[in-house]
């Protein structure tokens, strides 16, 4: 059958009209950045330990608000400063006030022109020193002028992660061996306010009121950023290669694209996927052989929104259309190597030493057929060999049938997509539980670190906070219970608890006077409030899929780390009345939650289940490295637990008989490669045919 039977295009638009969701919900790539935000920000400076390193997330993450069926997100970038350095330009006054996030002193930069637009020296001049009686900053000039080498700001910074390769002014770090996504970490350094050289950009006139005045008020109060990189044509030069710095607009950036209409967003997304999977755009896979970047596909998105009228968007859209339009317009400014940076005047991103006339002629080649039977079958086909069996059909044959019968399809690939977000969501908390336990294994909690950390999983989900708080907590009765008490791990506690919350008063009364602090009371506070976090989260998570019941069952008892308080403290009666509902309802349970074994929750179990992880990770060297064996199933926890109160309590044969009968049915239904799971159960069993 013909293709002209009807328009392929307005098939493609209604597809990612009903399948990009927004706003985001949780997902791998936006909990992962909050990881990395949170490990960037626990390192210290190499030439100041009380200097901070204040991380933010760009990229992709931070770009995009709507969530679509094919991410591509390939990797997780964060820009960070250094809070004892700053730039200004140059000239410009002193500062004599900080935002609060400053080090007391700091070393000042000043901004000096290349010959290339858009990219900068930076002289270290001045000296910032915090006076004490009244917050206010007095400088101190230099008596030797020095120009900050471009790989200086990482020369002050320690790191325990190896560096895999450098992309422009990014550090990129392969997780692909954790299955993770790699992560690129620029260093930069902070200026407060907007550049000289992008003077023209608020000012200039603007037809179509993109971006509006408040928008740009918002945008030229974020300043910019200094990153350490020398023009394509300085590189090999032996001063500018190592001297040269450029200016960076990714926190403008992301104000603007986080202005979008979620229209505007699905034709940057399919922009970005089309050149990324033509193998259009430089990317780490495709061994340079590309000479665009998705920043030249920013920048075109950035003056198109400028330039084109509302309407231009929104009547009759059809994202084929103004995609086959915007790729046009890409190869006719990549020709005539005016490709207009979008802050910076005079700032041309391509020239004729970059090869743009073959990828150009492909772009200019595209009309809106090509592009829609494209999509169909590498975008909307790509959904189907992801398991999206039944619009295979659409793929097989795009226009097979009538077309109200192919739209049929179409709308039912929304319930698909549904499930395909909620098993997104369900990897994420799962990612969650099992991370951040692994993080107070790994990392010395401090104030900066939590109040980072948390920050961005309170932006993701409030249940994630929530989440982070309870590990937070039990670290710090851990370090008590082995280090004795320290202020600062009272601050740590402030930091996440709030310090006007009850709680966090509660546990604050403790320690007035020192002189009374008993630590094995305050211990045991700070774990009563951990296991009150950990069952706010489940009680939140169990809201969440229970209002998705219909899509996907998915089974949680919210009590699970409820019962371990009273265990803890002997109340067995209390443990067993909180356990034995919870195992009637995991044991035929399809999908359940995770109870994670790090040594933070150690001090929550008794002595035999830590002593049969130990033996698990010291026997077998393979499980150390095998994450199901640092958990076992909310099912077994509830098991080991009841089956431990009916020891104590002395229940009759009759009640163990029955709760073997239980642990026998779970360890057929438990997978067998779950050996922590396995042999908690073994370990049950034999308790009860011994009676210990």
Same mark, same amino acid.
């Given at each position: ?138 400088? =101190?000039?230099?008596? %030797?002028? @020095? /120009?900050?080498?471009?790989? #200086? !700001?990482?020369?002050? $910074?320690?790191? +325990? ?87 960076? =607009?990714?926190?403008? %950036?992301? @104000? /603007?694209?986080?202005?979008? #209409? !979620?229209?505007?967003? $699905?034709?940057? +997304? ?423």
């Amino acid at each position: 059958m013909a293709y002209e039977c009807f328009d392929c295009s307005k098939i493609v638009t209604r597809f990612l009209l009903d399948t990009c969701v927004y706003p985001p919900r949780p997902s791998i790539p936006r909990v992962q950045a909050a990881e990395f935000v949170g490990i960037i920000a626990e390192r210290l400076s190499a030439v100041h330990d009380e200097g901070k390193l204040i991380p933010l997330t760009t990229g992709s993450v931070a770009e995009f608000y709507i969530q679509p069926m094919l991410s591509d997100i390939g990797d997780i970038d964060v820009m960070f400063y250094w809070n004892a350095q700053l730039a200004i330009p140059r000239g410009h006054p002193l500062p004599t006030q900080l935002p609060a996030e400053f080090h007391k002193c700091v070393n000042v930069h000043e901004i000096i022109d290349s010959h290339l637009p858009g990219y900068v020296y930076l002289e270290l001049n001045y000296l910032l020193i915090q006076r004490v009686e009244d917050d206010t900053y007095e400088y =101190f000039e230099y008596d %030797e002028k @020095v /120009l900050l080498r471009n790989s #200086t !700001p990482w020369a002050n $910074i320690k790191t +325990h992660m190896s560096p895999t390769a450098i992309h422009g002014p990014a550090v990129r770090h392969d997780n692909s061996y954790l299955s993770l996504l790699s992560l690129d970490e620029v260093c930069c350094i902070r200026c407060l306010l907007w550049p000289p050289q992008a003077a023209d950009w608020p000012a200039r006139h603007r037809n179509y009121d993109w971006p509006d005045s408040v928008t740009i008020d918002r945008v030229v109060s974020n300043g910019c950023d200094v990153v350490g990189v020398a023009h394509r044509h300085c590189r090999q030069d032996e001063w500018m290669g190592k001297c040269q710095c450029r200016l960076s =607009f990714s926190r403008a %950036e992301i @104000v /603007l694209i986080n202005s979008w #209409t !979620p229209e505007l967003q $699905i034709v940057y +997304h399919v922009l970005r996927y089309f050149m990324k999977t033509a193998l259009l755009t430089e990317s780490v896979d495709n061994s340079g052989a590309g000479t665009l970047s998705n920043y030249h596909i920013k920048t075109l998105m950035l003056w198109a929104c400028e330039l084109k009228p509302i309407n231009w968007w929104t009547k009759n859209v059809n994202f084929v259309r103004l995609c086959v339009e915007l790729l046009n317009t890409s190869a006719v400014w990549s020709i005539d190597t005016r490709y207009p940076h979008y802050f910076v005047s005079n700032c041309n991103l391509v020239d004729i030493s970059l090869n743009v006339i073959s990828v150009a002629s492909k772009l200019m080649s595209l009309d809106k057929e090509y592009l829609s039977t494209w999509l169909v079958n590498n975008y909307i086909g790509q959904c189907a060999r992801l398991g999206l069996f039944y619009i295979s059909r659409l793929v097989n044959d795009p226009i097979a049938g009538e077309e109200s019968q192919t739209l049929v399809s179409l709308l039912d690939i929304v319930r698909l997509n549904s499930l395909g977000l909620l098993h997104n969501i369900w990897q994420a908390d799962q990612y969650v539980v099992l991370g951040i336990p692994a993080h107070a294994s790994s990392y010395s909690f401090t104030v900066h670190y939590c109040a980072c950390f948390m920050n961005e999983l309170t932006k993701i989900d409030k249940r994630f906070s929530v989440y982070f708080a309870a590990v937070t907590l039990l670290y710090v009765a851990r370090r008590i219970s082995r280090n004795g008490f320290d202020d600062k791990l009272l601050d740590i506690v402030a930091t996440v608890l709030g310090i006007n919350t009850d709680q966090c008063q509660n546990i604050f009364c403790w320690c007035r006077p020192r002189t009374e602090v008993n630590p094995l009371e305050l211990v045991e506070l700070l774990q009563k409030s951990a296991i009150e976090h950990l069952t706010t989260y489940r009680q939140f998570l169990a809201r969440y899929f229970d209002s998705a019941a219909t899509i996907i069952e998915i089974t949680i008892v919210t009590t699970d780390f409820e019962a371990l308080y009273p265990y803890k403290r002997g109340d067995y009666q209390r443990c067993l009345q909180l356990s034995k509902p919870n195992v009637h309802t995991l044991l035929y349970a399809d999908v359940m939650l995770s109870v994670p074994i790090y040594s933070v929750f150690i001090q929550l179990l008794d002595d035999d289940i830590v002593s049969l992880t130990a033996m698990t990770l010291i026997v077998g060297p393979k499980c150390r490295g095998a994450s199901n064996n640092y958990y076992v199933s909310q099912l077994t926890l509830s098991l080991y637990l009841m089956t431990q109160c009916q020891l104590k309590l002395h229940h009759s044969v009759t009640s163990l008989a029955q709760t073997l009968d239980h642990i026998k049915v779970a360890r057929r239904r438990l997978r067998r490669e779950k050996t922590l799971d396995q042999l908690t159960l073994m370990l049950i069993a034999r308790k009860v045919y011994t009676g210990q």
